[in-house]
């Protein structure tokens, strides 16, 4: 089993020893596809599966796994292709729905909200998260800067490692060393830290063990990836996600509640595959240049 990147493949596909070790390849799973398919990376992913598929010379079978994907037979066919005759290939989409029991709800802090959040609102938030942490196993937080994680988890270290002990708060961001983020993930598995404060970086796919609660500080933008990040909680068979949307401005309060309406509707956002960026054409044309001779023809087609 080898687990990559869109942009590791590509690579891979370049270079004359991987490209051996490539030729075997019968599977090529896609996981958290709805997060490639509406940008280039997914476009790029795109041009590599066919590249892998000349290299094979079999054609190995592509899946593709979401609990996030609206609509499903667009998805189905950006990860299948066309066949040489400009058709969709053929493909199997199995369904098994996105929507389970959630325990959702928003937070507004006690001070009326306004247009920016002021520094007693952020204070009242610092301190119902507090509280929430201590009612609560594991806590996963979610922000949506880079900045914002370091200052969030100062202010929760401020008011919980008296009691709760020096690693209960940790920060995980892309900016981080992989080793620091790592120990903050094993830390969380292991019972020892109690909450996580993070971006996207914990959103997709690393195994953190058993999360009880999900917070959200602010909008996270689209219903999908409200629902990817709380999904975060409640993850094993049985449970219940459990999430909470904290609003620090007027707007956000707005934006939360209609997530949270859509997410209970069952409504997904719509995804949108971009059309044939030429710069991502022009990088694989010089990656499958480099890697051997070749007739325009076959590498047109």
């Known amino acids: ?150 200052r969030v988890s100062h202010r929760l270290a401020e008011r919980l490692e008296p009691e709760l002990g020096t690693e209960a708060v940790a920060a995980h961001h892309g900016s981080l060393s992989k080793e620091t983020r790592l120990s903050a993930e094993t830390r969380l598995k292991g019972g020892t830290t109690r909450v996580v404060v993070a971006t996207a970086s914990l959103e997709l796919g690393i195994d953190v063990g058993t999360v009880d609660l999900v917070c959200q500080l602010g909008s996270p933008r689209s219903i999908a990836v409200g629902l990817q990040r709380i999904g975060r909680s409640g993850h094993w068979v049985g449970a219940v996600p459990k999430g909470r949307l904290f609003a620090t401005t007027r707007d956000e309060v707005v934006e939360c509640a209609a997530i949270v309406r859509a997410i209970r509707a069952g409504t997904l956002d719509a995804i949108t595959i971009p059309s044939a960026p030429l710069d991502i054409l022009a990088q694989q044309i010089v990656a499958a240049a480099a890697t051997q001779p070749g007739a325009e023809e076959a590498l047109f087609a």
């Open 1 to 150: 089993i080898l687990v990559t990147t869109p942009e590791s493949l590509s690579l891979l596909l370049t270079a004359e020893k991987s490209r051996g070790m490539l030729r075997d390849v019968r599977t090529v799973i896609v996981d958290e596809i709805h997060a490639l398919a509406p940008n280039k990376r997914g476009a790029h992913l795109a041009l590599s599966l066919e590249r892998l598929d000349a290299l094979t010379g079999t054609r190995p079978v592509r899946i593709g796994l979401s609990a996030t994907q609206r609509p499903m037979e667009v998805i189905a066919q950006f990860l299948v292709g066309q066949g040489e005759d400009h058709t969709a290939r053929p493909c199997r989409i199995l369904d098994v729905g996105h929507r389970r029991p959630m325990d959702l709800a928003v937070e507004v802090p006690k001070d009326e909200l306004s247009g920016v959040a002021t520094n007693a609102i952020w204070s009242d938030v610092y301190d119902r998260l507090a509280d929430l942490v201590r009612q609560h196993r594991s806590t996963l937080v979610f922000v949506n800067t880079r900045r914002l994680v370091e």
